[in-house]
């Protein structure tokens, strides 16, 4: 599985945007980017995915690089609960497992 | 409608024990994933179960196993458990094996503790 790379942790003030990146320089034509978060005491939660171009959905905005090899997730106001480890993740058209790696803690300040 | 709900929250066992964690999909959904997640880290994929059968598995050892009724409902069995496997352990649902684009809902997870 082609692997992501993301920064351990992040930090932001409430209700301004956080920008959270990932790389992926082994990305192959066949794979999705899919965001899930983790909230505390909770299972992952789907975020946004997208495959070559930007996608806007209720909670985020994932821009995706031109050459795929790197994306950023965008939540536009963060709130305190936003605070979660956020997840980066390649996944194959065809499958469906999530490969998971360490993601960014995201920490929000009131 | 119910999400995907999986039982029991906490669990204790002792080394060598055996475990059965249960999982029942989100309401429409007929694949489930299982995934381990040790302390601070990202969680692991165990393995599928999509038509009652394991399509797909991580690298697990066959002390784990796993059933899917035909409700869609599914069971994680680990055998002569091992302080190692104390994790939360997440049940994942899909519908259709969620190929590529399909949004993936977990459960609250289990919580294991082994001593």
């Known amino acids: 599985d082609a692997k992501t790379t993301q920064p351990n942790s992040m930090e932001s003030n409430e209700e301004e945007p956080v920008h959270l990146p990932c790389n992926h320089s082994t990305i192959s034509g066949t794979d999705y980017i899919h965001w899930y978060r983790q909230l505390p005491s909770q299972g992952p939660e789907y975020v946004i995915h997208g495959l070559t171009s930007n996608v806007n959905n209720r909670m985020a905005s994932l821009a995706i690089a031109e050459d795929r090899k790197s994306s950023t997730l965008i939540l536009h106001r963060a709130t305190l609960r936003d605070a979660a480890v956020y997840y980066c993740i390649l996944r194959k058209a065809a499958g469906n497992k999530l490969t998971f790696g360490g993601g960014t803690r995201v920490l929000v300040k009131p | 409608d119910a999400g995907v709900t999986q039982s029991p929250t906490h669990l204790i066992k002792t080394r060598g024990q055996q475990v059965t964690l249960r999982c029942s999909p989100k309401s429409g959904h007929d694949t489930v994933s299982w995934y381990q997640q040790a302390l601070g880290q990202g969680p692991q994929f165990i393995f599928q179960?999509?038509?009652?059968?394991?399509?797909q598995r991580g690298n697990f050892p066959d002390r784990f196993s796993g059933h899917q009724f035909p409700n869609y409902s599914s069971e994680l069995n680990v055998n002569a458990l091992l302080l190692g496997d104390s994790a939360l352990y997440l049940c994942a649902s899909s519908f259709g094996q969620g190929r590529g684009t399909g949004e993936l809902f977990f459960g609250e997870g289990s919580r294991l503790t082994v001593l």
């Open positions: 179960y999509y038509e009652e059968e394991e399509r």
